[in-house]
């Protein structure tokens, strides 16, 4: 006997409350198909225009809103709070990593997002670009737009001095190619400037559940923040609210007006098949939206997990950074200057 009753207690805990709410929208199909099967129920076109017709439809519109939106906040709170929801493992998979990634070392972390994820992003980005343009060369990258343009005369052989090949820093062959792929792969160049990153940050936090802000920055933003969630609060539920009053205080009995016991039977039906309907899908919108939110935590411990397994990465100090960047702007006003010589140079010559 404890046994059966361990079991029904499982089954009882594991009792989906989508699957209920599609039992009895199904139970209450069930019925109103048997109430249209029994009673000789005939579809008027005509009566679409009359205002008995509008006032069903408005009746079982203000239903459908108020279900809805009621059960979409009671299917979110739900699958929240169930453990083995992949918004709630999620979030514990989430917390665990970050630990982890804290403890090794955050600052390095941001780094590594900025100076390996993103460029290797952008990369990826510009090899589907390129394939999408029938090119699987991706060094043709290198090349500078008059090159790219006589390439669209002829086949060429260019040196690419950034080329891990020594071959191919000497001279590297590349084939012909269409005014619409030179068009396209000078898009591609653009790609770096096109794509917009998130900051590090976004990878450290989730939201909702963290705030990267200091307790003064939260704290200067009080008065903004509560008027606005306030504001918004209000006029949802106002609007919400006001229409559906405005509809049930709209109605009149017709006293004048005969009750038919089937056509009463008929709308109770359609209106709580309405309800239940509507329930059921804003409980599947309640539950889609910890998953869409799901999806992205998920996204962020792939990040981490991706940081944690790279080895060759070794963090700079500011000091390190700071002359890297010192550096690489020395080279770009190097590389200026012989332009403008040479551009000069051509000019009296």
Same mark, same amino acid.
């Given at each position: 006997?404890?046994?059966?009753?361990?079991?029904?207690?499982?089954?009882?805990?594991?009792?989906?409350?989508?699957? +209920?709410?599609?039992?009895?929208?199904? +139970?209450?199909?069930?019925?109103?198909?048997?109430?249209?099967?029994?009673?000789?129920?005939?579809?008027?076109?005509?009566?679409?225009?009359?205002?008995?017709?509008?006032?069903?439809?408005?009746?079982?519109?203000?239903?459908?809103?108020?279900?809805?939106?009621?059960?979409?906040?009671?299917?979110?709170?739900?699958n929240a709070q169930n453990e083995q929801s992949r918004i709630a493992k999620s979030r514990v998979e989430f917390f665990a990593s970050l630990e982890i990634v804290i403890k090794k070392n955050v600052n390095a972390f941001r780094q590594w997002v900025r100076k390996v994820l993103q460029?290797?992003?952008?990369?990826?980005?510009?090899?589907?670009?390129?394939?999408?343009?029938?090119?699987?060369?991706?060094?043709?990258?290198?090349?500078?737009?008059?090159?790219?343009?006589?390439?669209?005369?002829?086949?060429?052989?260019?040196?690419?001095?950034?080329?891990?090949?020594?071959?191919?820093?000497?001279?590297?062959?590349?084939?012909?190619?269409?005014?619409?792929?030179?068009?396209?792969? +000078?898009?591609?160049?653009?790609?770096?400037?096109?794509?917009?990153?998130?900051?590090?940050?976004?990878? +450290?936090?989730?939201?909702?559940?963290?705030?990267?802000?200091?307790?003064?920055?939260?704290?200067?933003?009080?008065?903004?923040?509560?008027?606005?969630?306030?504001?918004?609060?209000?006029?949802?539920?106002?609007?919400?609210?006001?229409?559906?009053?405005?509809?049930?205080?709209?109605?009149?009995?017709?006293?004048?007006?005969?009750?038919?016991?089937?056509?009463?039977?008929?709308?109770?039906?359609?209106?709580?098949?309405?309800?239940?309907?509507?329930?059921?899908?804003?409980?599947?919108?309640?539950?889609?939206?910890?998953?869409?939110?799901?999806?992205y935590i998920e996204m962020r411990i792939q990040v981490h997990t991706r940081y944690l397994q790279d080895t060759e990465f070794q963090p700079l100090t500011q000091q390190e950074e700071a002359k890297?960047?010192?550096?690489?702007?020395?080279?770009?006003?190097?590389?200026?200057?012989?332009?403008?010589?040479?551009?000069?140079?051509?000019?009296?010559?």
């Amino acid at each position: 006997m404890g046994k059966v009753r361990t079991e029904i207690e499982k089954f009882r805990k594991g009792v989906n409350k989508k699957v +209920l709410l599609g039992v009895f929208s199904i +139970l209450m199909c069930l019925a109103l198909i048997a109430v249209c099967s029994f009673v000789p129920f005939v579809i008027k076109p005509e009566k679409w225009q009359t205002n008995e017709f509008l006032t069903d439809e408005l009746i079982i519109s203000a239903i459908v809103i108020m279900s809805m939106v009621s059960v979409i906040f009671i299917g979110q709170a739900n699958n929240a709070q169930n453990e083995q929801s992949r918004i709630a493992k999620s979030r514990v998979e989430f917390f665990a990593s970050l630990e982890i990634v804290i403890k090794k070392n955050v600052n390095a972390f941001r780094q590594w997002v900025r100076k390996v994820l993103q460029p290797e992003d952008v990369q990826t980005i510009k090899e589907r670009k390129l394939r999408s343009l029938g090119i699987d060369d991706t060094l043709i990258l290198e090349l500078d737009e008059v090159q790219l343009f006589d390439l669209t005369k002829s086949a060429q052989r260019y040196p690419i001095p950034r080329a891990s090949n020594v071959e191919d820093q000497k001279g590297r062959y590349f084939k012909k190619i269409t005014q619409e792929q030179y068009k396209g792969i +000078l898009a591609v160049k653009k790609t770096d400037t096109s794509v917009k990153f998130v900051e590090p940050e976004y990878y +450290l936090s989730v939201k909702n559940l963290t705030d990267s802000r200091t307790v003064s920055e939260r704290a200067a933003n009080e008065g903004k923040k509560k008027t606005f969630y306030l504001s918004s609060s209000i006029f949802s539920k106002l609007l919400v609210t006001i229409v559906s009053a405005m509809i049930f205080a709209s109605l009149v009995r017709d006293l004048t007006a005969e009750v038919d016991q089937a056509a009463a039977w008929a709308k109770f039906v359609s209106r709580m098949w309405a309800m239940i309907s509507s329930s059921f899908m804003g409980y599947m919108v309640g539950t889609q939206m910890n998953d869409i939110d799901a999806e992205y935590i998920e996204m962020r411990i792939q990040v981490h997990t991706r940081y944690l397994q790279d080895t060759e990465f070794q963090p700079l100090t500011q000091q390190e950074e700071a002359k890297q960047e010192f550096v690489e702007r020395v080279k770009e006003e190097q590389v200026l200057k012989l332009e403008n010589k040479s551009t000069q140079i051509e000019m009296r010559g």
